[in-house]
């Protein structure tokens, strides 16, 4: 399958302070990549929908403002948390799309304190 | 909208039992069926897909999954696991031929621990 790549793994950061997770298609150019949100012990939630060159589209209940989406390239789609909370905290993957299939990253777990 | 059940949370069995994880969906058009795996600490893996043809998909580690159109079912199957097989299941769908917003989106269900004890 194809590889998505995460960066950073873990972040630790304070509350009010803002953090950027980067996802990575590595062997595919990717105009569509998502990201979800995944609870202790539950499924994956999407976040929104990136996609290379446009705005971003979330779904319903996610604050646009506070998880900014940037997909400036067609390999790479960045995640800005924004003036995170501690509810923030929660374990953020990305994926590409392929052909009608997605691809998974490793995923980035985020702690704020 | 699409929505995907995953009947079982948790599945505890032995090496070398056979094994079927259930998964049902409700969408009101045609779908493309996954089934990922998430080894414990490593990310999320397709296991196999169905998007037309034989309903009898073959994937990986000799998984298989069965779509059933009549009772919007595509459960995995495995005849023989192993302790390696010890991970979370996720089934999911997605609409085929989407355009859009929808295009590629992917509903996930709760997910099925499975447990193998050597």
């Known amino acids: 399958g194809a590889v998505v790549s995460q960066h950073p793994s873990r972040v630790i950061c304070k509350s009010g302070t803002s953090v950027k997770i980067e996802c990575r298609s590595l062997?595919?150019?990717?105009?569509?990549m998502f990201w979800y949100r995944q609870f202790p012990k539950q499924s994956l939630m999407l976040m929104a929908t990136?996609?290379?060159?446009?705005?971003?589209?979330?779904e319903q209940g996610v604050e646009k403002d506070k998880f900014l989406i940037n997909h400036a390239s067609l390999t790479l789609s960045t995640l800005t948390v924004t003036s995170a909370h501690p509810e923030d905290s929660s374990f953020y993957i990305c994926?590409?799309?392929?052909?009608?299939?997605?691809?998974f990253g490793p995923g980035t777990r985020l702690t704020v304190l | 909208a699409q929505s995907v059940s995953q009947h079982n949370h948790h599945v505890i069995l032995s090496e070398a039992a056979s094994l079927e994880l259930g998964c049902n969906y409700s969408?009101?058009?045609?779908?493309?069926l996954f089934w990922y795996v998430q080894y414990p600490g490593q990310h999320l893996q397709l296991l196999l897909k169905?998007?037309?043809?034989?309903?009898l998909v073959k994937g990986i580690k000799g998984f298989e999954a069965e779509f059933i159109k009549s009772k919007f079912s595509f459960n995995l199957r495995k005849p023989s696991v192993q302790w390696s097989d010890t991970a979370e299941y996720f089934c999911?769908?997605?609409?085929?031929?989407?355009?859009?917003?929808?295009?590629?989106?992917?509903?996930f269900g709760q997910g099925t621990i499975l447990t193998v004890h050597p």
């Open positions: 994926s590409s799309l392929g052909t009608d299939t997605q691809y």
């Open positions: 062997d595919f150019q990717a105009t569509t």
């Open positions: 990136s996609n290379e060159g446009s705005k971003a589209t979330y």
């Open positions: 969408y009101g058009g045609t779908v493309n």
């Open positions: 169905y998007f037309s043809g034989d309903p």
């Open positions: 999911a769908v997605m609409p085929a031929n989407a355009g859009g917003t929808s295009y590629g989106k992917l509903t």
